[in-house]
């Protein structure tokens, strides 16, 4: 059992160059998440989704774009990268509805990504 | 979802009890508080989660105040590897929310 699993962990982009972060979970979590988070700062919401089909937007979805094919998959794509999106990336995954009532989000390990 | 305030940083010997304050006045009856913290660059981990009565795990306690506005994480005992930011987060389970992270409390443990 994987959890989340993010990859690459580590790129270096030029700038205007794209790319696509891989986001996968075998836990069949139904909500995906995308973070991203700058030095010394917390973390961001970039784009979320409630299952597949389905995405809608954080706080901060400028400049990237999200698909949802299936319940797995959460890729996150950047068009036309910018220094500004310099910053780690983190993937979450949680069920969205529990008996129990915990919802506890599970953490990818982080893509880090330098835009130079 | 409600907003959480928490203090930006804190210190504590290693040994001694960590007890980290949240306030989330605007918390209504159905919502969950969370916690997780984040040490270095991983991802963040989940702690432990309460709706009205105090919890515990392995990892902490988490006491609620009676009125819910307010939390505090516990870590009985702390040690080096505590140190971590830790955020306190209030949210609807099963709900579509945008799940939203604050700044969170930088706990430093200290010799």
């Known amino acids: 059992n994987a959890g989340v699993t993010q990859t690459p962990k580590f790129r270096i982009l030029k700038i205007g160059q794209s790319m696509t972060l891989q986001c996968t979970q075998d836990?069949?979590?139904?909500?995906m998440y995308w973070y991203r988070q700058d030095p010394g700062m917390g973390l961001k919401l970039i784009y979320y989704?409630?299952?597949?089909?389905?995405?809608d937007k954080g706080e901060v979805p400028n400049g990237y774009n999200v698909s949802r094919s299936t319940t797995e998959d959460f890729p996150l794509r950047l068009e036309l990268a910018a220094p500004s999106q310099t910053s780690v990336y983190f993937c979450?995954?949680?069920?969205?509805?529990?008996?129990?009532?915990?919802?506890?989000?599970?953490f990818g390990a982080g893509s880090r990504l330098t835009v130079l | 979802d409600a907003k959480t305030t928490q203090p930006p940083s804190m210190d504590c010997a290693e040994g001694r009890a960590a007890n980290l304050p949240c306030n989330h006045s605007?918390?209504?009856?159905?919502?969950?508080v969370y916690w997780y913290r984040q040490i270095h660059s991983q991802g963040p981990q989940y702690i432990i989660h309460?709706?009205?009565n105090n919890e515990t795990n392995e990892m902490a306690s988490l006491i609620i105040t009676e009125d819910r506005k307010s939390s505090t994480l516990i870590l009985p005992h702390a040690t080096l590897r505590d140190t971590a930011v830790y955020y306190c987060?209030?949210?609807?389970?099963?709900?579509?929310?945008?799940?939203?992270f604050g700044t969170g409390t930088r706990l430093q443990v200290t010799l």
């Open positions: 979450a995954c949680t069920p969205g509805q529990s008996v129990s009532g915990a919802n506890v989000l599970t």
């Open positions: 836990m069949n979590h139904n909500y």
């Open positions: 989704s409630v299952g597949a089909g389905i995405t």
């Open positions: 605007t918390i209504s009856g159905n919502e969950y």
């Open positions: 309460g709706l009205k």
């Open positions: 987060i209030v949210r609807l389970t099963g709900t579509a929310s945008k799940l939203t």
